[in-house]
C-alpha cells in the first residue's frame, strides 16, 4: 500500500509540475495560487526594509515618470488650442479689414462713377482751352504782322509827305 500512496504522490507531484506556472512563484514564498506578477510582496514575513524603502521609492518615480508621460501631450494640446483660438483672432482681425476694405473700394468706385462725367466735361474743356490758346497765338501772330504793315504804310505816307 504504500507503494500505491508513494505511486499517487509522485503522480499528483508530477501534475502539479506540469501545471506550473513560474510567474506565479513569490520569490519570498514559492509557488502561490495569487495571480499577481509582483515581486514586491507587502505582507512578506522575512523581508528587507531597504528593498521595501527602494521598491516604493521606484513605484513613486514610475508613477511620476507615467504622470509626465501621460501629462506632456496634454500640455502640448493646451498650446495648440491657445494657438488656434490666437490664429482664430486673427483670421476674425483680418476679415473685418478685409470686409472695411471691400466697404471702402465699393465707396471709391461709385465716388469715381460719379466724378467720371466730370472728369470728362473737364477733359473737353481743357482741349478747348487748348484751342483757344492756339487761336490767341494765331491772332497775336496777326495782330503783330498787321501793326507792322500798319507801321510801314504810315512811314512810306509820312515820307511822301515830307518830301
Not at 496634454?74 to 478685409?98: C, G, S, V
Request: charged share 25%.
Amino acid at each position: 500500500m504504500d507503494k500505491e500512496q508513494a505511486t499517487t504522490s509522485a503522480n499528483a507531484a508530477q501534475a502539479k509540475d506540469q501545471d506550473h506556472n513560474p510567474l506565479l512563484d513569490s520569490p519570498m514564498r514559492g509557488p502561490t495560487l495569487s495571480t499577481s506578477t509582483s515581486s514586491f510582496e507587502a505582507l512578506a514575513h522575512a523581508h528587507d526594509p531597504n528593498l521595501t524603502k527602494l521598491a516604493t521609492k521606484m513605484f513613486q518615480k514610475t508613477e511620476e515618470y507615467i504622470t509626465h508621460e501621460l501629462n506632456a501631450p496634454l500640455e502640448d494640446y493646451k498650446l495648440l488650442e491657445e494657438m488656434n483660438k490666437a490664429t482664430i483672432a486673427k483670421y476674425k482681425d483680418m476679415r473685418q479689414i478685409a470686409e472695411n476694405l471691400n466697404v471702402s473700394t465699393n465707396e471709391l468706385c461709385v465716388k469715381f462713377q460719379q466724378l467720371a462725367p466730370l472728369m470728362q466735361q473737364i477733359d473737353e474743356i481743357s482741349d478747348t482751352v487748348d484751342k483757344l490758346e492756339a487761336a490767341a497765338y494765331k491772332l497775336d501772330a496777326y495782330s503783330i504782322a498787321l501793326e507792322n504793315r500798319v507801321k510801314c504804310v504810315l512811314q512810306r505816307k509820312s515820307s511822301h509827305h515830307v518830301g
